[in-house]
């Protein structure tokens, strides 16, 4: 029967002059508290739209969540089967 688990991940952004920071964070249903964060710098020339500061910000705090929770399910792979993984993105 298949079954069906709910994570989420909540971003929290931060911008300061021509700096936004973002950090992901991922919940999950055994409270694995793994965390990502991201910075997008503006250029002083650059026209001020602060989404696209924004979305740099996520795109990178996500990238960063991913590989922690790739290396996390490595780990795990690892403590069951007592073998190296290497898992892939």
Wanted: hydrophobic share 35%.
């Amino acid at each position: 029967m298949p079954t069906t688990e709910h994570w989420s991940v909540d971003i929290y952004l931060t911008e300061e002059e021509d700096r936004t920071y973002a950090q992901a964070q991922l919940h999950t249903r055994d409270a694995t508290d793994l965390r990502g964060t991201g910075l997008a710098k503006r250029d002083p020339q650059d026209v001020n739209v602060p989404e696209v500061g924004a979305e740099i910000a996520a795109a990178r705090s996500l990238f960063e969540l991913a590989h922690h929770l790739l290396r996390a399910a490595t780990a795990d792979v690892e403590q069951l089967t007592g073998e190296p993984a290497h898992l892939h993105s």
